[in-house]
């Protein structure tokens, strides 16, 4: 299997185990409050922040990369940010 496939089939699987583990969390903190469910919620929480967001904004990051350079370069940037907070307010 191609080496970026690998990667992709590995997170896939890292991201079920710990999904898997905060189902199991929140079924244990139906019946009973416990130190096990306690620490399976914080694992899912820490993974969930360490490496879902971070892959997130990894992804958005290549492809507006060019874009973005594009809009600083031409000061459209700071335009339409100012656009939207007016929009906004």
């Known amino acids: 299997m191609h ?3 690998q990667t992709l089939m590995d997170e ?6 710990a999904l898997d583990a ?9 019946s009973v409050v416990s130190r096990e469910a ?3 919620l914080r694992d899912f929480f820490d993974f969930f922040d360490n490496h ?4 997130n904004h990894e992804e958005e990051a290549a492809p507006f990369t060019l874009q973005r350079r594009h809009l600083l370069e031409n000061e459209e940037l700071d ?4 656009q939207g907070l007016e929009t906004v307010s």
């Open 3 to 5: 080496l970026f496939l």
């Open 12 to 17: 896939h699987k890292a991201a079920v185990e």
């Open 22 to 30: 905060f189902e199991e969390a929140l079924e244990m903190r139906q």
């Open 38 to 40: 306690d620490k399976k």
């Open 52 to 55: 879902i967001v971070r892959r």
């Open 79 to 82: 335009e339409m940010l100012r």
